[in-house]
């Protein structure tokens, strides 16, 4: 079993950016592939980042050149750098930890890109 806990969202303006990180508890945080996702209001969940056990990163395209995934297996930590925001990526974003037909879901924590 693994718990994820995510933080780092708030209220930031538009072009400005954040920080989102999500600590895993447990042991053997390296050979769980992580993903942040994110569902803003009236819509699906949608993936935003992944990243490998090798580092092999992929985003979706609306956030490329803008957001970079990262990880620190000694700290179980999953990081997702944002930057220059825009409203459109307003949403709550989570993160998911799998591992072959395993997968555990974050809370989620409130991004919200306004001036």
């Known amino acids: 079993q693994v718990q994820l806990v995510e933080s780092g969202g708030g209220l930031v303006q538009p072009g400005g950016s954040l920080r989102l990180s999500c600590v895993a508890s447990g042991s053997n945080f390296s050979i769980y592939v992580m993903g942040w996702y994110r569902q803003a209001p009236g819509k699906q969940r949608e993936l935003v980042a992944v990243i490998y056990t090798a580092g092999i990163t992929t985003y979706v395209d609306s956030v490329k050149g803008r957001f970079t995934i990262s990880r620190d297996n000694a700290k179980n930590t999953v990081y997702l750098q944002m930057n220059s925001l825009k409203p459109e990526d307003t949403a709550v974003y989570f993160c998911?930890?799998?591992?072959?037909?395993?997968?555990?879901w974050g809370q989620g924590t409130q991004v919200t890109v306004s001036s």
């Open positions: 998911k930890a799998t591992w072959g037909p395993r997968e555990y």
